[in-house]
């Protein structure tokens, strides 16, 4: 079993949606969560980190659920250019050193 | 943007040749990381380094080497280069442990 899953994609969505979707991690420990966007061909960016409260960022909003290991991205009034792959990163369980899931793609239809 | 670039943005070598690869960075930060993507596969961690000369290893290590002898320049080094070595590879930068904030464009290495 991968220490983070994603559900690879891709999730077509029509601009303006809400879209959702989830991330597990294996590592129980695990004390630090992110999510970053990659466009095609591109460099990761970074998103958001997220917090054990759950935070939000504009039409983006990140939760932990720490009782079932997964985190959760959430994007509403979907953009054209939301489209991209999402990247799910969570501490693993040797020397805590980031995780990195395969990430899963999202593409936005006008 | 980040003041981070790699170099050379794409390679095509042989096998068994030795290969290095540069990241540079104009942001003084202490963190940089070398990182490769693979299809299927999640970013993993080759090396990185917390300072001038202070370098660890990451999850796939193996046939990589690294060095900084500058806060600015941050090196991997394929000794031998290999076919599974064929890989996009990224560098980042981070003021703190354990969280890249900014990534190079990336290098395409095809190693045939």
């Known amino acids: 079993r991968k220490e983070v899953e994603q559900d690879p994609g891709p999730f077509n969505v029509p601009e303006g949606a809400t879209v959702a979707f989830n991330c597990t991690y294996s590592?129980?420990?695990?004390?630090?969560f992110f999510w970053y966007r990659q466009d095609c061909r591109k460099e990761p960016k970074l998103l958001m980190s997220?917090?054990?409260?759950?935070n939000e960022d504009g039409r983006f909003t990140a939760q932990l659920n720490r009782a079932s290991q997964y985190i959760s991205l959430l994007i509403r009034d979907s953009k054209l250019s939301d489209s991209a792959t999402y990247l799910c990163v969570a501490e693993g369980s040797s020397n805590y050193q980031l995780i990195w899931g395969a990430g899963t793609k999202l593409i936005i239809k006008p | 943007d980040a003041g981070i670039t790699q170099s050379p943005r794409h390679k095509v070598t042989e096998t068994g040749t030795p290969v290095t690869l540069r990241c540079h960075q104009t942001e003084n930060h202490r963190y940089m990381y070398w990182y490769r993507q693979d299809p299927g596969h999640g970013l993993r961690l080759i090396h990185y380094s917390y300072g001038v000369k202070d370098t660890d290893k990451g999850e796939v290590s193996d046939g990589y080497s690294v060095s900084r002898s500058k806060t600015e320049d941050f090196l991997l080094t394929l000794e031998s280069a290999t076919s599974s070595q064929t890989s996009v590879y990224f560098c980042?930068?981070?003021?703190?442990?354990?969280?890249?904030?900014?990534f190079g464009d990336g290098t395409r290495l095809s190693i045939l």
């Open positions: 980042a930068i981070g003021t703190v442990s354990n969280q890249p904030q900014h």
């Open positions: 997220v917090y054990s409260s759950g």
């Open positions: 590592n129980s420990a695990s004390q630090s």
